[in-house]
Nanobody
Framework: QVQLVESGGGLVQSGDSLTLSCAASGLTFSRYAMGWFRRAPGKGRAFVAAITSSSDNTFYTESMKGRFTISRDNAKNTVYLQMNSLEPEDTAVYYC????????????????WGQGTQVTVSS
C-alpha cells in the first residue's frame, strides 16, 4: 500500500520560511517523479513544483520560482518543499504527489496523493 505523508505545515508570519516534507512508503521511491500542489481557500488544486526521479530537473510554477525549492532524498524516500518569504497568499493545504511519469504530475493526475498539510501565513 502506497502512502505519502506530508508534514511541516503550520502557522507562520508573512516573510517567514517553512519546509514541508513528504515521506513515501510502499513504492520504489527512486523511480518516481514527485510533485507539490496546493489548494488555497475557495480555489482548486494548483501545481507548485515537481522534481524528476533522479533530481536532475526541477520545475516550478512561475510565480513561485526563486521563493520555493523542491528537493528529494532518495535514501530517505522523502521529498521536500522549502518555502521562503511566505505571503498570506501562500495560505493553502499543500499536497505531495507521486507518479512514474512526470507528465502525469503536470496534468495533476498522479498515481498517488498525500493527505495534505495546512500552511497558514498571517500578515
Amino acid at each position: 500500500q502506497v502512502q505519502l505523508v506530508e508534514s511541516g505545515g503550520g502557522l507562520v508570519q508573512s516573510g517567514d520560511s517553512l519546509t514541508l516534507s513528504c515521506a513515501a512508503s510502499g513504492l520504489t521511491f527512486s523511480r518516481y517523479a514527485m510533485g507539490w500542489f496546493r489548494r488555497a481557500p475557495g480555489k482548486g488544486r494548483a501545481f507548485v513544483a515537481a522534481i524528476t526521479s533522479s533530481s536532475d530537473n526541477t520545475f516550478y510554477t512561475e510565480s513561485m520560482k526563486g521563493r520555493f525549492t523542491i528537493s528529494r532524498d532518495n535514501a530517505k524516500n522523502t521529498v521536500y518543499l522549502q518555502m521562503n518569504s511566505l505571503e498570506p497568499e501562500d495560505t493553502a493545504v499543500y499536497y505531495c504527489a507521486a507518479d512514474s511519469n512526470l507528465l502525469e504530475i503536470y496534468r495533476a493526475r498522479p498515481d498517488y496523493w498525500g493527505q495534505g498539510t495546512q500552511v497558514t501565513v498571517s500578515s
